[in-house]
């Protein structure tokens, strides 16, 4: 083993951490997901964001290697998650959605057992501190909340120090500072060179924590990029200012990238409809210092992650 | 507010060793199991009351020739073995597999056969210590068993063919049916073979046509055997056959049907 580690390591970085390509799975008649196709970078945070049912715990469990693609295929880490289970399960970390213990273990018990299976496990008392988990730590599994079970889930994810991992709805349950307080975890695992993919249905968690989100709806990719990126394709980003009535808009449209519109809707308040980047604001300053016009407010409305869902899906979140 | 404790989260991957894994699982297995008060009433209780209450028992039914205490005492070896190995465990695994135990196992570096070894590894410590303590108080309550060693490992010759049967049946509903289901099943079968199942009673006491059907069943097989071993003149060898057959039979059974989900 301790020779293999740095080979391991090295080859890693040459591959990516995660490729899914086409995808296809069935349960029975249905067909939960459908051509799905998505590449993970080492080193990032990637988020898979859909409604129920949109096909996000089959393309997990899929790299997880609890079962084999029925159409398409699945590389983890360089690796075939099926027929090489035996060489990732040491090194991928897995938070199923939820149960995965006794009911009669003890927190502190369980996670213990689970660092057992490993060669190089953290501190278990350190995590339990860390994740605030001591006040429960003798408490047995059915009597812990949801929230505890979460808790102890992730740990258990992450105990066995593992390049990358998988988290299936990791804060669903949680409340506001423990959400937060994962958060900071997935963020401190991504700085430590940890690999994560997640699975959410909440727009917020994806743009705070990613570096890459894949919008899934009906077992397809249907939008991938940056959130921010995938935030201001979307079509209704505007930006509103007010300033002296009678501007030539005409002109200023000439002065904006081409596909950039600009009303006066009411007297002085002007309504700028487009690609709203850094560049466009820094020509509409310029434009207005040629003028002499001084904008007396200025208000960005970029779309936000959830506006842009709703508007490739036609259905809300949740 | 405590300032958060330093953890060095950077990958460092890698499985324990494969003694470390099997230690890990069959202690957590065998400790889950007797922290469970319905597994120690199952497999050390109930036959314990009825080796107590068995050694009357020839006031209610007649076992046939013999000292009631020689006759009771390897039916209840027989009866704990069947206790461990199919109830206790088809349950166990059973709720396992509903609270994805099974899962998040599969998930880790523990490997298949470590989880089945580990179960094998649990069964096997309770069965030592049901046999030490129930043959113990059989002895303390004058059950002379005869054959001396021989008979001993033939004894151990039955328990381990009579284990791979049972638990790989119990293994097989567990990795059917629904955790209620195997629940029910497990408990069901348990109740049928104590009754009737050639387990506590000579089969030289059933009707003729039962005992045919009887020296067949697993439960027949073991707990004659288990009584002929302690009478000094050793299991027939169409007993040890019919064990062997259920056990390898049971056991390919299980290796292709088994849901690890």
């Not at chain 2, 880790?108 to 590894?121: D, H, T, V």
């Not at chain 2, 007993?239 to 259920?246: D, H, K, M, S, Y």
Request: proline share 5%; hydrophobic share 45%.
């Amino acid at each position: 083993m301790g020779v293999s580690e740095p080979v391991a390591a090295t080859s890693a970085r040459d591959v990516p951490a995660v490729e899914v390509v086409d995808l296809v799975m069935r349960y029975g008649s249905t067909t939960a997901v459908d051509g799905l196709s998505l590449t993970v970078e080492p080193g990032t945070v990637t988020a898979i964001l859909g409604p129920n049912g949109a096909g996000k715990t089959t393309t997990i469990e899929t790299c997880e290697g609890f079962r084999s693609p029925h159409g398409g295929s699945v590389r983890v880490l360089g690796l075939d998650p099926v027929a090489d289970g035996h060489l990732l399960r040491p090194r991928v970390g897995v938070m199923l959605q939820s149960g995965g213990a006794w009911s009669g273990a003890r927190s502190y018990e369980m996670l213990r057992h689970i660092a057992s299976l490993h060669a190089h496990p953290l501190d278990v008392d350190a995590l339990i501190e860390r994740l605030g988990m001591g006040s429960y730590g003798t408490t047995p599994y059915r009597r812990l909340s949801g929230g505890q079970q979460q808790r102890l889930s992730l740990a258990m994810a992450v105990v066995g120090r593992p390049e990358l991992l998988f988290l299936d709805e990791p804060t669903a349950g949680l409340d506001p500072a423990a959400r937060r307080s994962t958060w900071e975890l997935i963020a401190e695992l991504r700085s430590s060179g940890v690999t994560t993919v997640l699975t959410t249905h909440f727009m917020d968690e994806a743009e705070a924590l990613s570096d890459q989100v894949h919008i899934v709806d009906a077992g397809r990719v249907i939008a991938s990029g940056t959130p921010q990126s995938l935030a201001s394709s979307g079509s209704k980003n505007t930006l509103r200012f007010t300033a002296r009535p009678g501007l030539d808009v005409e002109d200023l449209m000439l002065a904006l990238p081409h596909d950039t519109k600009v009303d006066e809707i009411t007297p002085g308040a002007y309504v700028v409809a487009g690609a709203v980047d850094p560049q466009l604001l820094a020509l509409l300053a310029t434009w207005c210092a040629a003028q002499g016009v001084l904008t007396e407010s200025l208000l960005v409305e970029r779309q936000t992650l959830e506006d842009r869902f709703l508007e490739l899906t036609g259905k809300a979140l949740r | 507010m405590t300032s958060p404790t330093t953890l060095d989260l950077s990958p460092r991957p890698g499985s324990a060793s494969r003694a470390a894994m099997l230690k890990a699982q069959t202690a957590m297995e065998l400790r889950l199991q007797t922290r469970n008060g319905e597994q120690v009433l199952l497999t050390m209780i109930i036959p314990l009351v009825l080796l107590v209450l068995g050694a009357r028992a020839s006031q209610i039914v007649d076992l046939g020739p013999g000292r009631t205490i020689d006759i009771v005492t390897p039916g209840i070896l027989a009866l704990a073995v069947l206790s461990t190995s199919f109830t206790s465990l088809a349950i166990a695994t059973g709720f396992e597999r509903r609270y994805g135990i099974i899962k998040r196992l599969g998930a880790s570096p523990l490997p298949r056969w470590g989880l089945l070894f580990g179960k094998i590894g649990a069964v096997v410590i309770v069965e030592v210590v049901q046999l030490a303590v129930l043959s113990g108080v059989g002895l303390l309550m004058g059950w002379e068993p005869h054959g001396g060693l021989t008979a001993l490992g033939q004894m151990v010759l039955l328990v381990v063919l009579g284990t791979a049967a049972f638990g790989s049946l119990g293994l097989l509903i567990a990795g059917t049916l629904r955790a209620e289901a195997t629940l029910a099943v497990a408990n069901l079968v348990y109740v049928l073979l104590l009754v009737g199942g050639g387990l506590l009673v000579p089969l030289s006491r059933y009707p003729e046509a039962a005992r045919h059907v009887l020296e067949l069943l697993p439960s027949g097989a073991l707990g004659q055997g288990l009584r002929d071993t302690f009478t000094g003149d050793g299991p027939t060898a169409f007993t040890t056959v019919v064990l062997l057959i259920w056990a390898v039979c049971a056991s390919l059974m299980v290796s292709r049907t088994f849901k690890w989900e």
